[in-house]
């Protein structure tokens, strides 16, 4: 039975290296501007959205419906 050693690493094995094109790429992407006129279609658009929400309970597959109305009920919860 072999039995090798491993080198402990070094903190400058361990450290991440960027380069510094990545980190400038980063910090030179600011924020999306946007005209008045944009800005006002996107805030008209959100409150559409936003009033057609819609918080009851839907019932999305009706295969999923009808097996659960033929699954018997036991002490008041749904058991398959």
């Known amino acids: 039975m072999d039995i090798s050693v491993v080198p402990e690493s070094t903190e400058s094995d361990t450290t991440v290296?960027?380069?510094?094109?990545?980190?400038?790429?980063?910090s030179d992407s600011p924020t999306q501007q946007l005209t008045p006129a944009d800005r006002e279609a996107?805030?008209?658009?959100?409150?559409?959205?936003?009033?057609?929400?819609k918080f009851e309970k839907t019932i999305r597959y009706a295969s999923r419906k009808a097996y659960a109305e033929k699954?018997?009920?036991?002490?008041?919860?749904?058991?398959g």
């Open 71 to 79: 699954t018997p009920r036991m002490n008041a919860s749904q058991r």
């Open 42 to 53: 996107r805030v008209l658009r959100y409150r559409e959205k936003k009033k057609k929400r």
């Open 17 to 26: 290296q960027h380069s510094k094109e990545t980190i400038d790429q980063v």
